[in-house]
């Protein structure tokens, strides 16, 4: 099972995630930041690391 969270602070901006789950570095495919965009967290079982550019276009 994963888990992943995303916040942003109102006061500077600062966006920031984690992922809890049993798959090592699976912070490096599930967490994708984009300066003055925003932020997308994309989990499954088999993850395409492309979703999450994806969603900011």
């Keep these: 099972m994963t888990y992943s969270i ?5 006061g500077t ?4 995630g984690a992922v809890a789950t049993g798959t090592p ?3 490096g495919f599930v967490l994708h930041m984009a300066a003055g965009i925003g932020a997308i967290a994309t989990q499954g079982f088999s993850t ?3 979703y999450g550019p994806a969603g900011f276009a």
């Design 6 to 10: 995303l916040a942003r602070d109102p």
């Design 13 to 16: 901006g600062a966006i920031g």
């Design 25 to 27: 570095s699976a912070g």
């Design 48 to 50: 395409n690391t492309l």
